[in-house]
């Protein structure tokens, strides 16, 4: 069982965050959604941790890797006589691995940044009070158990109870 619960300000939301943490909460549990920016409206004690700086760099260097081979596969595979000279020399190499490189990066960061989203939800419905969001509210879901009471969502616009499956088509 989930409690969502719709806030006007970011101080409402602040402030609940603050009760959701001293009633024991885990900040990887809270999930808040906004429409707006959010600098600094975050659970204490949460550490935010992306993967999208690691995967861009693996992405290049995988990309720069394959970019080196088609190009010093290409020449090997179409065996001319150019006089001692390579087919395709180093300077034009050169241009096709860092292009290779750079495209390695952008899809694997972009690709990254959609997972970590978990973007796009074809299959998920619209959460209870997602039409809050739309109004530039900020809406705070966290787990409940089934009689619990709780005061953090005291100061909210709207509140309501949603069992976890209700809100996934699977």
Not at 37 to 48: D, F, I
Not at 80 to 99: S, Y
Request: charged share 20%.
């Amino acid at each position: 069982m989930w409690l969502h619960a719709a806030f006007e300000s970011p101080k409402d939301a602040q402030d609940a965050l603050e009760k959701l943490i001293a009633e024991g909460f885990d900040s990887n549990e809270v999930e808040i959604r906004s429409s707006i920016p959010l600098a600094g409206l975050c659970p204490p004690g949460l550490e935010t941790r992306s993967r999208v700086p690691l995967m861009a760099v693996l992405g290049g260097i995988v990309g720069g890797i394959c970019a080196f081979m088609l190009t010093s596969l290409a020449s090997q595979a179409y065996p001319m006589e150019t006089g001692g000279m390579p087919i395709v020399p180093l300077p034009t190499t050169a241009i096709i691995t860092f292009e290779g490189t750079a495209i390695g990066a952008i899809l694997t960061a972009v690709t990254t940044v959609l997972y970590e989203c978990r973007l796009p939800l074809f299959r998920m419905k619209p959460g209870p009070l997602d039409h809050h969001i739309s109004e530039g509210q900020i809406v705070i879901a966290a787990p409940m158990k089934d009689n619990e009471d709780s005061d953090w969502a005291s100061d909210a616009v709207a509140t309501k109870h949603h069992n976890l499956h209700q809100l996934q088509d699977i």
